[in-house]
């Protein structure tokens, strides 16, 4: 069966580093994304990678390791406004996004 | 108006009721997605449109009935649902389904309760 796996839930302190982890086992694969969606809110996109290595959006990175079915989402200089849920989601082979559980971030002061 | 809205926000509704999730994109894409959120879950795909033709139907019980009537609007049609019905019901939209890197665009959801 196809799976994404990635933390319930972690903690960080304002101005640290974080990083969250995704591992994959999908039928193919097309494509991972980083989503954020804050509580009561819509997944807002926050990025995309097909190929390996790393992509970096200013205060957020995202690397991918296809050989592994591994991805992680760094966030640097940790803001309050970060806490929220980050989900990955994997595009298989048929095109269809597989969605992992998101992890929950609470920044702490 | 910009993005994606979703009516009503929030709806609670009996067993025996009939009510419907509007759904609208202002960008212009010509694929539209249902996608149920429960707590601590996956968001699990319900339902697929792409250029107002249902192209995935994820085995979704009947009492759950899609409508697309162009490609800007998209309704589901909820009768005799469940408590465990109960979720957060997202709408999303994207340039075209299944053409690869098509980034989604989210609603922010009807939140469903069901007494």
């Known amino acids: 069966g196809q799976n994404i796996d990635q933390p319930t839930e972690m903690t960080a302190t304002e101005g640290a580093i974080v990083q969250i982890n995704c591992t994959y086992q999908?039928?193919?694969?097309?494509?991972l994304f980083w989503y954020q969606q804050h509580a009561g809110e819509a997944p807002t996109f926050l990025s995309y990678n097909v190929l390996d290595g790393l992509e970096e959006k200013g205060r957020f990175s995202s690397f991918l390791s296809r050989s592994k079915g591994y991805s992680y989402l760094l966030l640097k200089e940790l803001q309050m406004k970060d806490s929220a849920s980050y989900l990955c989601a994997v595009e298989d082979s048929n095109y269809q996004l597989i969605w992992g559980a998101g992890t929950k971030l609470i920044i702490k002061p | 108006e910009t993005g994606v809205t979703q009516t009503p926000r929030h709806l609670v509704m009996g067993m025996t009721n009939k009510k419907s999730l509007k759904c609208e994109q202002h960008l212009g894409h010509n694929a539209m997605y249902w996608y149920k959120q429960s707590a601590k879950k996956p968001l699990e795909l319900m339902f697929v449109y792409n250029f107002k033709e249902q192209t995935e139907n994820n085995s979704v019980p009947s009492r759950f009935s899609p409508e697309c009537p162009n490609s800007s609007h998209l309704f589901l049609h909820l009768h005799t649902l469940q408590p465990e019905d109960s979720a957060l019901y997202l709408c999303?939209?994207?340039?075209?389904?299944?053409?690869?890197?098509?980034?989604?665009?989210f609603g922010p959801g009807t939140r469903l309760t069901v007494l």
């Open positions: 999908t039928s193919g694969f097309n494509g």
């Open positions: 999303a939209s994207s340039q075209v389904a299944g053409s690869g890197t098509d980034t989604q665009y």
